[in-house]
């Protein structure tokens, strides 16, 4: 079975996210001013070759903490469905 996982790599909260504030302060600059604490991260999405929804999740869960988010400095989450 083919699974799709569509994966959100963010900034931990307690860290600051350099890129985030710069855009936050340039939504002032284009008259967007209730726009507020901007945090800026990747989407990942992937395709796994898998028996089951729960091997598939094990694999994108290692790929994870293996080699698309860093630990130290982001979390991760995602989501798994059949593809189709």
Do not use: W
């Amino acid at each position: 079975m083919k699974f799709k996982a569509e994966i959100n790599v963010m900034p931990l909260k307690a860290l600051l996210d350099p890129q985030g504030k710069a855009v936050t302060g340039s939504m002032k600059n284009i008259g967007l001013q209730e726009i507020l604490n901007v945090r800026i991260g990747k989407h990942i999405s992937l395709e796994i070759e898998s028996t089951t929804k729960e091997a598939a999740q094990k694999k994108v869960e290692e790929a994870c903490k293996k080699l698309l988010a860093n630990p130290i400095m982001e979390y991760f989450e995602f989501t798994i469905e059949e593809s189709k």
